[in-house]
Antibody, heavy 120, light 108 residues
């Protein structure tokens, strides 16, 4: 059974930093591209960032470029999202998702999400 | 950026009825680079359809997808109680990958 378990969310002040983690199991992690998708409270889905299976390629939405860094450790089956210079508009549930393709991704499996709240 | 517009915003139907949801793209997403997801309150989205018309693993055959280019449709042939939820389309024909704003299917 595929499982994606996010952690690291919480309350952070504007301008602060946070690192999200996603622990994966039930599939060959190193063979899949991985992504982060977020959902602001009561709103729709927004693509945030993606990384290829070997970590050699990354992509960022314009809204987070220069502030967020995606990475992965295939030896630990774990995906990360380092978030800095956080803003109120970054408040959302962050979902870890996988896809078979990095360049044409649809999202097969989703974690349960971790809530990030940016507020003073 | 490809903008996806879903209609209607809310669909009020009774169990057993047919639901037809639309997703229109601001430009072509390629032959069939479109997916549909279902999200229930308090839950993560779940993949229903990919490549416009292919059902994901474990998805009942009452769910079907169609369309190409800029116009896509998700059809639920006979609504079951568990199908009342919000549905999102997503395009992966051109980055950035984008989602529609969602269609809520509610019980009439």
């Amino acid at each position: 059974e595929v499982q994606l378990v996010e952690s690291g969310g919480g309350l952070v002040q504007p301008g602060g930093s946070l690192r999200l983690s996603c622990s994966a199991s039930g599939f060959t992690f190193s063979s899949y591209a991985m992504h982060w998708v977020r959902q602001a409270p009561g709103k729709g889905l927004e693509y945030v960032s993606g990384i290829s299976s070997n970590g050699g390629n990354t992509y960022y939405a314009d809204s987070v470029k220069g502030r967020f860094t995606i990475s992965r450790d295939n030896s630990k089956n774990t995906l990360y999202l380092q978030m800095s210079s956080l803003r109120a508009e970054d408040t959302a549930v962050y979902y870890c998702v996988n896809s078979g393709s990095y360049s044409r991704p649809f999202f097969d499996y989703w974690g349960q999400g971790t809530l990030v709240t940016v507020s003073s | 950026e490809i903008v996806l517009t879903q209609s209607p915003g809310t669909l009020s139907l009774s169990p057993g009825e047919r639901a037809t949801l639309s997703c229109r793209a601001s430009q072509s997403v390629g032959s069939s680079y479109l997916a549909w997801y279902q999200q229930k309150p308090g839950q993560a989205p779940r993949l229903l359809i990919y490549a416009a018309s292919s059902r994901a693993t474990g998805i009942p055959d009452r769910f079907s997808g169609s369309g190409s280019g800029t116009d896509f449709t998700l059809t639920i042939s006979r609504l079951e109680p568990e199908d009342f939820a919000v549905y999102y389309c997503q395009q992966y024909g051109g980055s950035p990958w984008t989602f529609g704003q969602g269609t809520k299917v509610e019980i009439k």
